[in-house]
């Protein structure tokens, strides 16, 4: 059993920078692959970004692409999603989650674990 734990969120203005962290433990986190999801106030959850378990591979959503950077440090077993230039729609509770079959990154449905959440909110 792999457990997930988000932290890092806050209140921001537009424009700040802000980082999010999901430690993981259990036996498989390693190995596994590691999304960030977000949802927003009234809207369906949606990919952010993710990463392969050996942390050479990423992907992101257009609409971050430029602006977050995911990573991973297997010595701390700990993802780590850097978002820069955050604006108004970057409003969220965002989701770290864990995919013991790596095969389709942007898929909700197919990642096994998730943490409960950190909000971050951009104001103007």
């Known amino acids: 059993q792999v457990h997930l734990v988000e932290s890092g969120g806050g209140l921001v203005q537009a424009g700040d920078s802000l980082r999010l962290s999901c430690a993981g433990s259990?036996?498989?986190?390693?190995?596994?692959?590691v999304g960030w999801f977000r949802q927003a106030p009234g809207k369906e959850r949606e990919f952010v970004t993710s990463?392969?378990?050996?942390?050479?591979?990423?992907y992101y959503a257009d609409s971050v692409k430029g602006r977050f950077t995911i990573a991973r440090d297997i010595t701390k077993n700990t993802v780590y999603l850097q978002m820069n230039s955050l604006k108004l729609e970057d409003t969220a509770v965002y989701y770290c989650?864990?995919?013991?079959?790596?095969?389709?990154?942007?898929?909700?449905?197919?990642?096994?674990?998730w943490g409960q959440g950190t909000r971050v909110t951009v104001s103007s």
């Open positions: 259990g036996g498989t986190f390693s190995s596994c692959g």
């Open positions: 990463i392969d378990w050996s942390g050479s591979s990423t």
């Open positions: 989650a864990a995919a013991r079959t790596f095969r389709t990154p942007a898929q909700s449905t197919r990642y096994d674990y």
